[in-house]
């Protein structure tokens, strides 16, 4: 946050109030840099991490230049469905009368149609459903004056950018063009080169790498391939976090992960791109009103979830780069808040992980997996801190009704058996075991009878420190053209010696 005020900052109404009433009061600081040259009409090249802000950093500007007119005016480009959706969402909660027409893939056409008829003010899409109307021609783009291309990178990575140069394209020429990138691959800075027109460049990515996770605990643990879901479950257990949003790295992995969390009587449930719309939106719905405790998704699927206060991140293995790996754990810790990233690794990752965080300047602290012992002794304590403080003044007669006949020791047994199942038990997990490196290995030792190896400080063996006689009892090996030479204990072939003589040949019967 900066110390600057939106009324600073030169936002007007009705935004300040709609602002107000989320609780936005000061820009971060993104937004702030953003803002003015934004709404002087300047192209804008911005680089800053997940969570800093970046929707109300192009969508204030975007806002404040919108004419009162029905007609598409401004398209925003986005990589996923749900990240579409959230930029639909947070534009109409600060100009709740906006007019947006959401083309994303897996919803139904109609809504999308009536949208564009009736002249929506901003386009908010996917660049494979807005290239699809397109080419219907139900979608115009002949009075379009501003173009927003948000995650930028993650849209080269999936294979989008063919269809953005199409569509950036068909727009008029010299627009006002937003891109929002986490990171600057060639591509996308050839992308800006072509169509951003002196743009102002904001990089906050450089800057942002050891404080934009000052309020994120880093805590890996190696733990072996085979072994870290039933570490997870352990892990769940012990820290009963509110909620989390685990990473995996295939979509087929996610259904099972949430299956074994389901198994450990927890509440989990997965999202992957083989989804339906309906799916997705209903188990979105359920985690973000808390009905769902534990997501499992892919970092596709998971573009765009944006859960307020999430307390824990898990990665099931690390990506392949260090940027994916920030924006992973920069879903938790947002706003001032504390978060946890927690990333089981095998000891390989474990290097990767360490190099990581040298380069980035992040602290890590590194945890065991809770054993089964650990395990209930902090949920035994977890419940015994709840039932202390509850009163339940209408539940006294059923009390008295359960211990007749029965002494307070046994009811409680019985009524925490309903409550703590051998699920939630977790799981026997040996300790990984400990690597050796290079530099504490032992000095070569040899057997009895084996030659003693090199030794520092040790003279070099010579042939002629040789002790005599050895080498005697090698066989003779004649070099290449010789005749065999003679072999100690045998006697000379010779032509005439006597010896078994050979079969007779066969003489053909005729």
């Known amino acids: 946050m900066t110390h600057e005020t939106f009324a600073a900052l030169g936002c007007t109404e009705p935004f300040l109030s709609a602002l107000a009433r989320r609780g936005f009061t000061a820009p971060t600081l993104v937004q702030a840099e953003t803002f003015q040259p934004g709404l002087e009409g300047r192209d804008l ?17 975007l806002l404040h230049r919108l004419k009162d007119e029905r007609k598409t005016q401004a398209i925003i480009l986005t990589p996923t469905r749900e990240l579409a959706q959230q930029v639909a969402e947070e534009l109409q909660s ?14 139904s056409y109609v809504p999308q149609l009536k949208a564009l008829k009736f002249g929506a003010q901003v386009v908010v899409g996917t660049p494979g459903r807005v290239q699809d109307h397109l080419d219907r021609q139900t979608l115009d783009l002949t009075e379009v004056g501003m173009v927003v291309l ?6 080269l990575n999936m294979g989008f950018l063919e269809d953005v140069e199409k569509i950036l394209a068909g727009v008029p020429p010299t627009p006002q063009t937003y891109l929002f990138s986490a990171t600057l691959p060639a591509p996308i800075a050839s992308l800006a080169r072509r169509f951003l027109k002196d743009p102002v460049r904001i990089n906050h990515a450089a800057s942002e790498g050891g404080s934009q996770h000052a309020d994120i605990a880093h805590t890996p643990c190696i733990v072996p391939e085979h072994l870290q879901v039933k570490a997870l479950v352990n892990f769940l257990l012990a820290d009963a976090p509110s909620a989390a949003l ?22 989990a449930d997965c999202l992957h791109g083989d989804l339906g ?17 534990y997501l499992v998704a892919t970092d596709v699927a998971a573009r765009g979830i944006d859960v307020e206060g ?30 946890s990233s927690l990333a089981l690794v095998t000891f390989k990752e474990s290097r990767i992980l360490l190099a990581w965080s040298r380069r980035g300047g992040l602290k890590l602290e590194w945890r065991a997996v809770p054993t089964q012992a650990e395990i209930r002794e902090k949920r035994t304590q977890a419940l015994l801190d709840r ?10 007669e059923t009390a008295t009704r359960l211990l007749e006949g029965r002494g307070p020791v046994q009811v409680v047994a019985a009524l925490l058996s309903l409550v703590e199942g051998p699920e939630h038990a977790g799981f026997d997990i040996p300790d990984a075991p400990r690597q050796e490196y290079a530099s504490e290995k032992r000095p070569f030792k040899p057997r009895p009878g084996e030659k003693p190896g090199w030794t520092p400080g040790k003279k070099p063996f010579r042939r002629e420190d040789r002790p005599e006689g050895a080498g005697e009892h090698r066989p003779f090996k004649p070099r290449q053209g010789e005749k065999g030479g003679w072999v100690p204990g045998k006697k000379p072939f010779r032509k005439d010696a006597a010896g078994p003589k050979p079969f007779p040949k066969k003489r053909p019967k005729g």
């Open 277 to 293: 719309q309906q799916a997705r939106n209903r188990i979105m719905g359920n985690f973000k009103e808390g009905r769902l405790r």
């Open 150 to 155: 948000d995650e930028c990178d993650e849209m």
């Open 94 to 107: 600060v100009m709740p009368r906006l007019d947006v027409a959401l083309l994303v893939g897996g919803l």
């Open 45 to 61: 090249l911005v680089q800053s991490r997940t969570g800093s802000g970046k929707t109300l950093a192009f969508g204030l500007p």
């Open 246 to 267: 685990i990473f995996t790295k295939m979509k087929v992995q996610t259904e099972e992960v949430a299956q074994a969390l389901r198994d450990a009587g927890l509440a």
């Open 387 to 396: 039932v202390g403080a509850l009163e339940a003044p209408g539940m006294e």
């Open 310 to 339: 999430m307390p824990l991140v898990v990665h099931l293995g690390i990506p392949t780069q260090m940027e994916s790996y920030i924006h992973r754990s920069g879903r938790t810790g947002r706003a001032g808040s504390k978060g």
